[in-house]
């Protein structure tokens, strides 16, 4: 078998082709080589000496295999250990400890850069609570509740709190920092400082049961001027019905079960088990990144929300008349 | 070097005496009734085979519902099940099972010169026990009930508030079966490995395939209570209401994972010390050298058991514990590979200063080096404290661990079906179509799992059912999906050339390919009893001493070292392996196969929540020792 020539050559293909791969994604969104912050660029650094530095060793052992097959008709050393001892203490003890002590001191070093803020040191904290399936946002010290969207600051270091309400689910916006676990009883922390405004996608990285999957979320970093003003909004109580629709859409809501689950501040509504509505109509998405937050799609989400996000907690309403459904629709849009 | 000569009259009567009082039941009752460690092994060997298929099906079922984004071939749910189901049965009843079940159970006592396991009705009870808890977990499968909160089963999602099907008691109650069959089997390879070996055999030339299952077995006994208790303090929190992970009341969520990566890491090393001990049997035999550093490998091989359960943590950095913690098991994270690589380099060196043949063990054993070299690096990168919190969760471990548990772990186990396919059956296997399997299941695999690092870098989770096509991850998931296909497909060619082969190859001889250790001196398929004289050993290559081996039919003609006259072994002392005793075997027996019946119905009845017949079946179990217990092993005949 042509083990040295072709596998030297496939090797080589693969790990051209995987470079060129790793560098492509460079531009994704949720692509942990995008760093946008100085712990996930740290992390970033730390990745690509160990790629680079694993490379080496791979080719260093392929090298050896090659020589095997390249050697393999020519009778050996007739079994003396002394030769192969040399290699096998220099290959396998003394080059790791060298190699492992600096990896060791280079991972102590980045570790405090992407470890919690200390207590105090921010002037901005975020709670986010992890649900099943969707993150509850809250800004302590105002009434603002949001879900799947957390805003914060540009150049302003925020200590982000986080819990669950239910399972464990972790947190995690790879272009801004490490991912933390929501760990029932425990309180975690990280710290996001972005110095750019833009939006970066997370989402849960901890299974937490059926729609583990659609369970995303954004950061928007906005000017700390955009931001106030956000945060003012988002911490009024919500803006009461204008046309009839609305009105009618209101009194739906208030009466078909939906304020069993469902927050709207400022109305007898008060359930807690989904997402606060106050303001739902601000949002990007709803149900957790998984549809754009349009009339149509929020319709279709109302009607048949297992037919998006199977397993979702919500039931469907596809037995309230399409009219009745609409004027729901035209008051949640409504809560800007 | 191989020692059958045609035997002297003497010896041929020897040889008849010894067929009559090894023979056991013929037929299928013989099957249920065994406890002879080949026909054991064979049976671990085709459930774990069997078992395999299964959990390739799911893992094929995964990947065409991700080949691309918002596909929908299965829903969450049944997703959920085939992932969980995915994971618990290629680690406890594929990986494990076949290594050291199959290939342990065969090998040892063939590789140290006994006629059997130390304690043969125990190892038949493991085996039934094994195949109990797969039932189990298969009923579940049938029943759509299948455990579903992934292999590593975290809490709360498996509490009974966020799961209240029987989904999670199947996997509580069936691992805690499975875990009593892999103690019982980890007890026996060690007092079998420390007692039972040939005269001669001192602990400096124990064959390295029985030193890694001895670490191994070492490992399991550790390892296994951690996950018992684990386990029972689920199923206590799940049928009986108490608070062991409750959060809310005193308890905690992160003493389940603890309790099981306790288990889970040295579970890691479980899976692929056999492996190394399978490639440490083919590079000699396939380079026409001793193992290089022979010493220092066997010492490597108990350190990384030993220092496989230090590393736990290392599942945890995303938890949030306190940085000293996490710096400590990074350290110690980055000091296991030492160990590995003074073996990598051992292998690497045998081969280069040997003169190896490129036949079809040898090319996996090499694909599992090249495996096992990339997966030991991403391995490293996940020590590294932040970058493991940065890509943790995401497919970037799930293909590292493939790399390490598939290339690995199961490369050399499927060099080893091929290596050890002509003791077994007695006949050759396609020598060129094993080597064009071998190069379409090494391609299959890089297509499946290396593009998984590039998805996990760009951001993909682990254990999700779908993904939006916004994300940008299908084409490395299309190309994951292509390759398990290629993958599939070359397992097939590999079954089908055993198969075949296992009727229509051309007879093997008892040495084939010139195997140094001992099951390469007795004849293939080997008789009941292994060898028709306890062979007497004065090297770790004891098959490479052809005076030895003359000496041996010397002794068979003379009646030594014979033991004609019983169901009967030697033991030998652990250290210095000096002759010390003959001991009386049990013979075969109705009640092992009786008594894993009896526990698994018990276990079924305690899962449907039927606990006073569940009592019934305990005092059946009583009953059914009792009777173990009661009938003497059958006397000489």
């Known amino acids: 078998m042509s083990l040295g020539r072709a596998g030297g050559r496939r090797w080589t293909r693969v790990a051209v082709l995987g470079l060129l791969l790793v560098a492509s994604g460079c531009n994704s969104n949720q692509s942990v080589t995008n760093p946008a912050t100085t712990p996930a660029s740290d992390i970033a650094t730390l990745w690509w000496a160990m790629f680079a530095g694993a490379m080496v060793i791979f080719a260093l052992v392929l090298g050896l295999l090659v020589l095997a097959y390249v050697r393999r008709g020519r009778p050996g050393s007739g079994g003396d250990d002394r030769g192969p001892y040399r290699v096998i203490l220099g290959g396998g003890l003394a080059a790791p400890i060298v190699v492992l002590s600096i990896l060791f001191i280079f991972v102590i070093r980045v570790m405090p850069a992407v470890s919690a803020p200390p207590p105090g040191s921010t002037k901005l904290t975020v709670d986010v609570i992890g649900h099943q399936w969707f993150w509850e946002v809250r800004y302590p010290g105002t009434a603002a509740v949001t879900a799947n969207e957390i805003h914060i600051p540009a150049r302003t270091p925020v200590n982000l709190v986080a819990r669950t309400a239910d399972v464990i689910h972790s947190f995690w916006v790879p272009r801004l920092n490490r991912k933390i676990d929501m760990i029932p009883g425990r309180t975690n922390r990280i710290e996001l400082d972005a110095p750019q405004t833009g939006v970066y996608p997370g989402q849960c990285s901890e299974f937490c049961g059926l729609e583990h999957a659609d369970m995303g979320l954004e950061v928007v970093v906005q000017t700390p001027a955009a931001f106030r003003a956000w945060l003012a909004d988002q911490a009024r109580p919500a803006r009461a019905p204008t046309t009839p629709q609305e009105l009618q859409g209101r009194q739906v809501f208030l009466t078909a079960s939906c304020a069993d689950c469902h927050t709207i501040r400022g109305t007898p509504a008060v359930g807690r088990a989904g997402p606060d509505l106050t303001h739902v109509g601000s949002r990007q998405t709803i149900a957790a990144l998984t549809l754009p937050n349009t009339p149509s799609s929020l319709f279709d989400w109302i009607t048949n929300p297992q037919l998006y996000k199977p397993g979702a907690r919500m039931p469907g309403f596809a037995s309230l008349p399409a009219s009745t459904r609409r004027a729901l629709v035209a008051y949640l849009e409504s809560l800007t | ?637």
């Open chain 2, 1 to 637: 070097m191989t020692a059958i000569q045609p035997p002297a009259p003497a010896a041929q009567e020897r040889i008849e005496r010894l067929d009559r009082i090894w023979a056991e039941r013929p037929g299928f009752t013989g099957w249920l009734t065994t406890t002879d460690h080949k026909r054991i092994g064979l049976m671990y060997v085709a459930a774990s085979l069997v078992f395999f298929a299964l959990g390739g099906a799911e893992a094929l079922i995964m990947r065409t519902q991700l080949a691309g984004p918002g596909r929908h071939v299965v829903g969450p749910s049944t997703y959920d099940q085939l992932l969980t189901m995915h994971g618990i049965t290629m680690i406890f009843l594929f990986v494990i099972p076949l290594s050291i079940g199959g290939f342990g159970n065969y090998l040892v006592p063939l590789m140290i010169g006994s006629r059997d396991m130390a304690f043969p009705r125990m190892n038949a009870l493991s085996f039934w026990l094994f195949l109990g808890s797969g039932i189990l977990l298969y009923a579940s499968l049938l029943l759509h009930e299948a455990p579903n909160a992934g292999w590593f089963n975290y809490v709360p999602l498996a509490s009974r508030r966020f799961d209240p099907g029987p989904n999670i008691d199947f996997y509580t109650l069936a691992l805690i079966l499975n875990g009593v069959s892999s103690t019982a089997a980890a007890a026996n390879f060690l007092v079998t490995i420390a007692k039972l070996r040939a005269p001669g055999m001192s602990l400096n030339r124990i064959p390295l395939f029985c030193f890694a299952i001895l670490a191994t077995s070492f490992s399991l006994v550790f390892a296994l209570p951690a996950l018992t208790a684990d386990l029972v303090f689920l199923e206590l929190d799940r049928k009986l209401g108490f608070h062991f992970f409750d959060a809310a009341r005193g308890g905690d969520p992160l003493l389940w994972q603890d309790l099981f990566w306790i288990f889970g890491h040295p579970e890691v090393y479980i899976i692929v010390l056999p492996a190394f001990g399978i490639a440490t049997s083919i590079i000699p035999t396939f380079t026409r050298r001793k193992m290089a550093a022979f010493p220092l490998v066997a010492l490597a091989e108990l350190l990384v058991a030993f220092i496989g359960f230090g590393v736990w943590v290392h599942h945890m950095f995303a938890t949030g514990l306190p940085q000293t913690t996490l710096i400590f098991f990074a350290a110690a994270s980055l000091i296991i590979v030492i160990p590995s690589g003074i073996q990598i380099f051992a292998w690497c060196m045998t081969l280069v200063d040997g003169t190896p043949e490129f036949k079809t063990p040898l090319l996996f054993i090499v694909g599992f080096i090249i495996f096992f070299v990339f997966g030991g690096l991403s391995g490293i990168t996940l020590a590294a404290v932040p970058f493991d919190q940065q890509v943790t969760d995401t497919y970037y471990v799930v293909a590292h661990f493939h790399y390490v548990i598939w290339g690995a772990a199961v490369f050399p186990v499927l060099g080893g079906l091929y290596y050890w396919f002509p003791k077994v059956t007695g006949r050759m296997y396609h020598e060129r179509l094993g080597q064009a399997t071998f190069w379409l299941i090494f391609a299959g695999t890089n297509i499946t799992f290396f593009p998984m690092h590039i998805s996990g870098m760009l951001g993909m989770p682990r254990r999700v059912w779908t993904y939006p096509a916004r994300m940008g991850w299908g084409p490395e998931n299309l190309a994951s999906t292509i390759g398990a296909f290629i993958l599939a497909s070359g397992l097939v060619l590999l079954a089908a050339n055993l198969v075949v082969s296992r009727f229509r190859g051309a007879p093997a001889s008892a040495d084939p390919f010139g195997g140094g250790t001992l099951e390469w001196s007795t004849s293939s398929p080997p008789p009941a009893y292994n060898f028709a004289v306890i062979p007497v050993v004065t090297s770790a290559y004891p098959c490479w001493d052809a005076d030895d081996r003359a000496a041996d039919a010397r002794r068979l003609a003379a009646g030594q070292l014979v033991l004609e006259h019983g169901h009967e072994t030697t033991t030998t002392t652990p250290v210095d392996g000096h002759l010390d005793d003959v001991l009386a075997m049990p013979a075969e027996s109705i009640w092992p196969v009786t008594l894993a019946a009896v526990c698994t119905v018990g276990l079924a009845l305690v899962i449907s929540s039927h606990y006073v017949t569940a009592l019934v079946s305990v005092a059946v179990a009583a009953a059914v020792l009792a009777a173990w217990h009661a009938v003497e092993p059958r006397s000489a005949a």
